[in-house]
C-alpha cells in the first residue's frame, strides 16, 4: 500500500492531515466563502471527522485529501488529494481540493489537482479520474478542465445535483 503522499510542487507541498492540524481545517471547513458550494460550512467537530476520514483513507486505500502547504514558508493553503466516492452506485477515485479563500486565484488548486492527478495515473496506476462539482461552481469546474477533465455527466451525489467531470488517465 502505497502512503506517501505526492511530490512537491514547484510552489506546494503535500502531508498526510493529522489531529494537529484541526486549527488550520476547522478554519478552511468553516468558512463559508470556502464551502458556499457545500449544503454548509463544517463546524470544529466535523473538521475533526473530516480529519479522521481522510486517516482512514490513508490506511486502507493509501490515499486521501493531503494538506498542502508553500513550500517557501510552511504556511497552510488548504487541501487536495483523491478520494473514493459513490457515484449513482459506482465507486469511483475522485480529485477533490479546497483552498483558503484569501489565497484562492494563485493557482494552487490548479497546481495541487495537477500533482494528485499525475499520483493517481503513475503511482497508484488508476486509469479513471473524477471530479464531483456543484453546477454553480464555475471555479472548479475551470480547475477541472485545466488538469484535462472534462464534462462527462449530470448526477446526484449526496442528494444534490452535480456535474460529474472525468478523464481517463
Known amino acids: 500500500m502505497k502512503r506517501r503522499p505526492p511530490e512537491p510542487t514547484q510552489r ?3 502531508r498526510e492531515m493529522t489531529p ?3 486549527d488550520d481545517m476547522a478554519a478552511l471547513l468553516g468558512d463559508s466563502e470556502v ?3 457545500y449544503p454548509r460550512p463544517m ?3 466535523e473538521a475533526l471527522r473530516w480529519i479522521e476520514w481522510n486517516q482512514r483513507g490513508y490506511r486502507e486505500h493509501g490515499h486521501g485529501l493531503w494538506l498542502i502547504t508553500l513550500r517557501s514558508s510552511g504556511e497552510f493553503v488548504g487541501n ?3 478520494t473514493l466516492q459513490n457515484i449513482e452506485g459506482v465507486i469511483r477515485t475522485e480529485v477533490g481540493y479546497l483552498v483558503r479563500a484569501e489565497l484562492q486565484g494563485n493557482g494552487y488548486a490548479t497546481e495541487a489537482a495537477i500533482a494528485c492527478r ?4 503513475d503511482v497508484l496506476k488508476l486509469d479513471r479520474l473524477i471530479a464531483i462539482i456543484n453546477p454553480d461552481n464555475v471555479p ?3 480547475v477541472a478542465e485545466k488538469i484535462g477533465l472534462t464534462l462527462e455527466c449530470e448526477a446526484v451525489y449526496q ?3 452535480a456535474r460529474i467531470y472525468a478523464s481517463t488517465l
Do not use: K, N
Not at 118 to 121: L, M, N, P, V
Open 140 to 142: 472548479s469546474q475551470r
Open 43 to 45: 463546524s470544529r467537530d
Open 118 to 121: 499525475d499520483y493517481a495515473r
Open 80 to 82: 487536495c488529494g483523491l
Open 35 to 37: 464551502m458556499r458550494y
Open 12 to 14: 506546494l507541498a503535500f
Open 20 to 22: 494537529d492540524d484541526l
Open 159 to 161: 442528494d444534490r445535483p
